[in-house]
């Protein structure tokens, strides 16, 4: 993937060079530097498929990463090791080594590595994402768990925030009549639902402020998976040709902090210590409370770098996974008219057509939480984790993992095991039903938001958002191929989240 993802990224930000000329410089470049001496001993980690030299295991992994992944599993076992350019990674799958590291070895799995590019993300590691596990990280997190949950139950609570933007998806869902619309536009529903969580307000779609806020998101998540190369190869970016891709990754960094900036600026401005109307103002009275106590402690941990890296991680993370899940809803939908009949009679009986709908039908509408459950297995956004990084020698099934080894957790191996899912590639919510009728709460080999201290810190924002948005659109539409259009190739393309190849769907009116 990372290989395949720089490649396309430098291809498009080089322009002018063609593809095989980029190739054979970069390989040339690499050879060199290699040639010179730069190798790693593999110590004594766990076996793997051969790497080649320079490039390590990475020709193998282009398009689906954890395809191949999944494949090695049954030659190397649940735990090997890949060399991804000069790094020896780790790559844990299944769901029996997943829970051994992320669970009963939880604090050993705990770190992230400190990568060139994601450490100019977050400003040296602050932010919870990129974060190093220490003491700032665990404030940090704690800090949006909490206030996330806080506005669940809030005046205006985070349930009203997503019904208000699951409104204005219809209004613009209706707005097509039935013509074939990009689902890629449901990003700015996605990302809006942050915006009013973060912001204390969301944005009419064609908002200035809003659309130079994707945009650069947008740059920024294609530029970070070019960041890739300079995660793996540091030194790239003082290469003459590849120092501009550099710049650019770090000028794009620099226009999100300033933007993102701007808006903390408008927040101290009009602080009020009796409210809090946003994550903003919470972040502010915690920073403000260490100065107050004149706490170098808390200083440490709340600053404004902080608070800049968390409102990046939470459109970052909070966006693209949400935008593909809902997308991979409704091309299933789409694609499976019999699913999407029974999830509208089951919605048309518990909801009806008017009623807005509500996190507390959530229960009496097991059929369609267990299609979000099911596309969350087939098509989870997040097939790899991000990477992981031992925090000491740890040991896993049977071998020695040094301290600061770059582990990933293949979370596709967990959810296409078919020891655990018969026939894994048949999409099929009811696997999901237990025998009393309700959605088997916790099943094995299932973790599309991970597990352990790192786990997915806005699941239950995702998990809210996913099903208001899908329920409202179903409620008062179906979704349909263009006419004699062939259903889109299913396996995903992975960039930041594994999303759907772009395609069009037609909404046609319900009502
Ligand atoms: C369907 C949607 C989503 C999925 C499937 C998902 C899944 C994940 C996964 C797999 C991780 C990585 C865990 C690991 O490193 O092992 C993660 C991390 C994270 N997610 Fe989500 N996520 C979703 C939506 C969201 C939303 C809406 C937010 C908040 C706005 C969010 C915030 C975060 C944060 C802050 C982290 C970093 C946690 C840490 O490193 O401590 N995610 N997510």
Redesign the pocket.
């Known amino acids: 993937m990372l290989f395949a993802l720089a490649m396309d990224a430098v291809k498009a930000a080089v322009g002018v060079l063609d593809l095989s000329t980029v190739l054979v410089l970069v390989v040339s470049f690499l050879a060199t530097v290699v040639l010179l001496g730069r190798s790693r001993r593999r110590g004594r980690l766990p076996p793997g498929p051969r790497p080649w030299p320079l490039i390590g295991n990475l020709p193998s992994l282009t398009a689906h990463p954890h395809r191949k992944f999944t494949e090695w599993r049954g030659r190397y076992g649940d735990v090997y090791t890949v060399r991804m350019g000069p790094d020896d990674v780790v790559i844990v799958n299944g769901w029996d080594a997943a829970r051994e590291s992320?669970v009963r070895q939880a604090d050993d799995f705990?770190d992230?590595p400190r990568l060139y590019v994601f450490d100019r993300l977050s400003h040296g590691g602050k932010?919870?994402?990129?974060?190093q596990y220490n003491l700032a990280?665990k404030a940090n997190?704690k800090f949006?768990t909490t206030t996330?949950r806080e506005f669940g139950l809030g005046k205006q609570s985070m349930e009203t925030r997503i019904q208000e933007e699951a409104r204005e998806l219809c209004n613009w869902l209706g707005s097509y009549d039935g013509r074939p619309l990009d689902t890629g536009l449901l990003a700015s529903a996605?990302s809006n639902?942050?915006c009013s969580?973060?912001f204390g307000s969301r944005f009419p779609y064609e908002h200035e402020d809003f659309r130079q806020m994707m945009a650069l998101l947008d740059r920024g998540l294609r530029l970070s998976m070019v960041g890739q190369i300079f995660n793996m190869f540091p030194w790239a970016r003082f290469v003459p040709f590849l120092s501009n891709l550099g710049n650019q990754v770090i000028d794009n960094c620099d226009q999100i902090d300033e933007f993102l900036k701007k808006i903390v600026k408008k927040h101290k401005d009009s602080f009020d210590p009796e409210t809090r109307r946003d994550v903003i103002d919470a972040y502010l009275h915690q920073m403000w409370q260490g100065m107050d106590l004149n706490s170098n402690d808390l200083a440490d941990k709340f600053s404004e770098e902080h608070l800049v890296a968390?409102m990046f991680?939470?459109?970052v993370?909070?966006?693209d996974?949400?935008a593909?899940?809902l997308r991979w809803a409704l091309l299933f939908l789409a694609t499976h008219p019999d699913v999407q009949s029974k999830v509208q009679e089951e919605v048309d009986r518990v909801v009806g057509r008017e009623t807005p709908v509500s996190l507390a039908h959530r229960p009496d509408l097991p059929y369609t939480d267990a299609v979000l459950h099911e596309v969350?297995r087939m098509r989870?956004?997040?097939a790899l984790?991000?990477?992981?990084m031992t925090g000491t020698d740890v040991t896993l099934n049977g071998y020695d993992i040094p301290q600061n080894t770059q582990v990933y957790?293949n979370?596709w191996s967990l959810h296409m095991d078919p020891a655990y899912w018969p026939d894994p590639e048949r999409f099929d919510p009811t696997r999901f039903i237990g025998s009393n009728g309700k959605v088997l709460p916790n099943p094995p080999s299932y973790?599309?938001?991970?597990?352990?201290?790192?786990?997915?810190?806005?699941?239950q924002?995702?998990?809210s958002?996913?099903f208001l948005f899908l329920v409202s659109m179903v409620q008062h539409f179906s979704f349909k191929l263009p006419e004699g259009a062939a259903a889109p190739p299913m396996d995903g393309v992975m960039g930041f989240?594994l999303a759907p190849p772009q395609h069009s769907l037609c909404a046609v009116s319900r009502d």
């Open positions: 992320l705990a992230r932010g919870v994402i990129f974060g990280w997190r949006v996330l996605a639902v942050i969580v973060v968390l991680d939470l459109f993370a909070g966006t996974t949400t593909s899940t969350l989870s956004p997040a984790s991000p990477p992981h957790i979370l973790a599309p938001f991970s597990l352990g201290r790192r786990a997915c810190a806005g699941k924002l995702a998990k958002e996913t989240a």
